[in-house]
């Protein structure tokens, strides 16, 4: 039996939680005590855990002010995520060894979680990191751009890298260690990926580890669709209110031909009851989706890694109107994919009808979902995280990475 530490730091998704709690929760199973360190503690606190995991708050940058401009590749996400002043990042570093020595772990895994992997590394803790492809940047120099629409020059891209590792490299001197680390050394074939080779955000790259997304320990209530057998067409949505152009989305949807059912957490209630009709039900919490995809003819969302996976599983094609950038690449995999297309631009009902009526009317993209559910018939999320399981534990296996060294000590 080990002891494994789960880090979240970054993004502020629910997929960051559930994939941490259902790993979390497979450990377990296996025998493994688990410490989750979470960006946000309090959706688990809402049922007790399993016996032998502990969860505490994990430390994490706060949210900065958007910048001048979109970041051109990962290591500018990073900057604008808390990686922009050594002294902040020291000072995270500093935590979450403390918190590592406390948890006292075999192994780190990290979901989005790069100063635990920092940490981990300046430790000598074998460490890995799980997630979509977005948080996981390919073995390439420089880091690839994540804006593949615009032209941008290496050199930019390198700049950024550069800049990134000399605020690591100050971090560390005012932590007391002499050595530097280079950010991307801490990622690499250890790491997996949950997601499919169609879906990473940067393409399909060669040795990679895709075990496919490993799904939700989420109990969701299940709703049915209100003309099932009566074969009509079926529309199911998820979106969130903050997103540019949902409400014009949302009307819409209202003037679809067709039965819909839209998820909308966050939605208040009185739009929700002024928007419904009908044909057209609004759901302001979480329910079950996969048994309604089985019946969709088209589903609708704003990107998120998790629906665009159980939508294409279903052989359901996808209407997407992208957030960040990271939605922005996942929805051109979709299109590579022809399963899709995405609402760019300023979204109006008229606009966004057409979109959903030529989505629906041209067979092309149902084919191409039909073809992507037909390549992974056999998937299964539990067999997802067997091969997460797996690699944890070859890393268990591990000789510790030689730590490194320490001038003088931390200051605190």
């Known amino acids: 039996m080990a002891r494994v530490l789960i880090a979240w730091e970054l993004g502020g998704a629910f997929g960051h939680l559930a994939r941490c709690l259902r790993l979390a929760q497979a450990l377990r199973l296996r025998g493994h005590d688990v410490v989750l360190a979470l960006r946000d503690v309090r959706i688990p606190t809402v049922s007790a855990p399993l016996p032998g995991i502990t969860i505490v708050a994990a430390p994490f940058a706060p949210a900065e002010r958007a910048p001048a401009r979109p970041p051109v590749n990962y290591a500018e996400v990073l900057t604008h995520c808390g990686f922009a002043k050594a002294e902040d990042v020291a000072a995270r570093l500093v935590a979450w060894q403390g918190l590592m020595a406390l948890a006292r772990p075999d192994v780190v895994v990290a979901d989005h979680a790069p100063t635990a992997l920092l940490a981990a590394r300046t430790g000598g803790l074998p460490h890995l ?20 629409w615009e032209s941008i020059p290496d050199t930019a891209l390198i700049e950024a890298e550069t800049r990134l590792d000399a605020v690591v490299a ?3 001197s005012m932590s007391g260690y002499a050595q530097t680390v280079r950010m ?14 169609e879906l990473d955000h940067y393409g399909g790259r060669a040795n990679a580890c895709y075990v496919g997304p490993i799904g939700s320990l989420s109990a969701a209530r299940r709703v049915n669709w209100a003309t099932e057998g009566m074969g009509c067409s079926r529309v199911l949505a998820y979106m969130r209110p903050e997103i540019p152009g949902s409400m014009a989305i949302m009307r819409a949807l209202a003037r679809l031909d067709a039965e819909v059912l839209c998820i909308v957490p966050g939605l208040a209630a009185g ?7 009908q044909r057209l039900r609004i759901a302001l919490t979480p329910i079950a989706v996969l048994p309604l995809l089985k019946q969709a003819d088209l589903a609708v969302c704003y990107g ?11 052989g359901v094609p996808l209407l997407l109107r992208p957030w960040h950038v990271e939605q922005a690449l996942l929805a051109r995999r979709v299109e590579v994919l022809g399963a899709g297309r995405s609402i760019d631009g300023q979204a109006t009902p008229e606009a966004v009808l057409d979109d959903l009526e030529d989505l629906m009317e041209s067979p092309k993209y149902r084919h191409a979902a039909q073809a992507f559910r037909g390549r992974y018939r056999g998937f ?9 399981m797996a690699a944890i534990e070859r ?16 200051i605190f």
């Open 129 to 148: 990191a799980v997630g979509t492809g977005f948080a996981i940047p390919p073995v390439a120099s420089p880091w690839p751009s994540i804006r593949p």
């Open 170 to 172: 100050g971090a560390l």
């Open 184 to 197: 991307r050394t801490l990622f690499g074939a250890q790491d997996v990926l949950d997601t499919f080779v």
């Open 271 to 277: 739009m929700a009851r002024r928007m419904a009709t």
């Open 304 to 314: 998120n890694s998790g629906f665009v996976s159980e939508s294409l599983l279903a």
């Open 380 to 388: 299964s999320a539990d067999r997802s995280v067997e091969g997460v």
């Open 395 to 410: 890393r268990l296996l591990d000789q510790p990475v030689p730590p490194a060294v320490l001038e003088t000590a931390p």
